[in-house]
């Protein structure tokens, strides 16, 4: 065992050794704080390594040890030096190579392009993970990109289809005003019928767009009750039945009287309203519209309304509840009735209505049309 005097005077040379050392480390460190982290990582190893060795040095010398036991100190000492600097250089490449990896990974967040961790799955240092989390961050800003532009594009058409539907009848009121002011007009009840009927046009797409405006802001209020799917369409096909027998379409319906759900039934009644105007607007003369309610296997209600307009493109189904989109550039929506019948709004309402009262629509093609499934939480009753 070794003396107590003895050991105070080990412990207090070699840590004067070290405090010297590591006091010239920090100064190196410092001057290499510009530099690569390789360099840096070097130093360190260095200061240890020197400051180990000066310590045996000294100590050696103060406790007269054989030049050959100092000798030997010395070998050690280095070959340890030698071998902690092959591994910093070793484990600074690693560090350098995935420093890089991350710098890209950060130029490339800016480029609009998603981009793909380098890592496998075993590498779990924390530079790995920065790497896998701006990853993830890149494939988020590429998705959000996407949809902003997707949004964009939605309402640069939403603005040119309903200037277009605005447009057209305020043109038709202004000749018509001006036959009436000029005395030109060889009927004057059937022009204020028709201005009648273009004035309820303008009101229902005025009235359209702030229903939308509601939905996409997140300010729609609903009055929740107890709601009968069984009155919500009575009343919806007792409202449109005028509208199909002009057309020459006859509408079906066969709602089961027990389907209840909690919502607003004044909101649920446009999400009806807007599917029969839709249906009715694509289907042919002397075809037939059915409009059923049931209950599916999770115990939902289950609305459903089934044309028979020919069906949707398979690449256009996933778009068809976007604000403003219609399903060819060239077709102009005609008006049912005073009723606006393909602003392109309808259906984008639906489909915010339908999510307010965490619901779900989905439409997909049947043989000679196309159906639209509303799904509901069904409201027990006892």
Same mark, same amino acid.
């Given at each position: 065992?070794? @003396? ?11 840590? /004067?050794?070290?405090?010297?050392? &590591? ?17 840096? +990582? ?5 200061? #240890? ?9 000294? *100590?050696?010398? /103060? ?7 100092? +000798?030997? &100190? ?9 071998? !902690? ?52 961050? !890149? ?30 009848? +305020?043109?038709?009121?202004? #000749? ?26 303008? !009101? $229902?797409?005025?009235? $359209? ?45 066969? @709602?089961?009287?027990?389907?209840? *759900? ?12 807007? +599917?029969?105007?839709? #249906? ?6 002397? !075809? ?7 209950? $599916?296997? $999770? ?27 219609? /399903? ?55």
């Amino acid at each position: 065992m070794i @003396p107590l005097p003895d050991l105070v005077a080990i412990v207090g040379i070699a840590l /004067a050794c070290a405090i010297v050392v &590591g006091a010239a480390g920090l100064v190196l460190l410092h001057a290499a704080r510009r530099s690569p982290m390789l360099v840096r +990582l070097c130093i360190v190893v260095l200061t #240890a390594s020197v400051s180990m060795a000066s310590g045996m040095v000294a *100590v050696a010398q /103060a406790m007269f040890l054989s030049g050959h036991d100092l +000798l030997v &100190g010395i070998w050690i000492a280095g070959t340890a030096t030698v071998v !902690s600097l092959g591994s910093a250089l070793v484990l600074g490449r690693t560090v350098t190579r995935q420093s890089r990896r991350l710098q890209r990974l950060a130029a490339d967040l800016g480029d609009g392009t998603p981009v793909t961790a380098a890592q496998g799955d075993r590498d779990r240092s924390e530079l790995a993970a920065v790497e896998a989390e701006l990853a993830l961050t !890149s494939r988020r800003l590429h998705e959000a990109r996407e949809k902003v532009d997707a949004l964009e594009e939605s309402r640069r058409e939403l603005v040119a289809w309903i200037s277009h539907d605005l447009r057209t009848p +305020l043109a038709g009121l202004r #000749a018509m005003a001006e036959a009436l002011e000029d005395g030109m007009a060889s009927d004057p009840q059937r022009f204020h019928r028709q201005m009648r009927s273009q004035i309820d046009h303008l !009101s $229902d797409l005025v009235d $359209d767009l702030f229903e939308l405006s509601k939905i996409q802001s997140g300010r729609l209020v609903l009055t929740m009750e107890t709601v009968s799917l069984y009155d919500l369409v009575s009343d919806a096909v007792s409202e449109l039945r005028s509208v199909a027998d002009a057309r020459g379409i006859v509408i079906r319906e066969s @709602p089961r009287p027990d389907l209840m *759900v909690h919502g607003d039934a004044r909101e649920l009644s446009r999400v009806v309203g807007n +599917l029969l105007v839709n #249906a009715i607007q694509h289907s042919p003369a002397g !075809s037939q519209i059915s409009v059923t309610t049931e209950s $599916d296997a $999770d115990g939902n209600a289950v609305l459903s309304v089934v044309d028979a307009g020919g069906g949707i493109p398979e690449s256009d189904l996933p778009q068809i509840f976007r604000a403003g989109w219609r /399903a060819t550039v060239s077709r102009t929506p005609e008006q049912l009735w005073g009723r606006s019948s393909g602003a392109g709004l309808g259906l984008a309402i639906v489909h915010g209505i339908v999510e307010a009262h965490d619901g779900d629509v989905v439409a997909r093609n049947v043989d000679g049309g196309c159906r639209f499934d509303v799904v509901l939480p069904r409201l027990a009753v006892a």
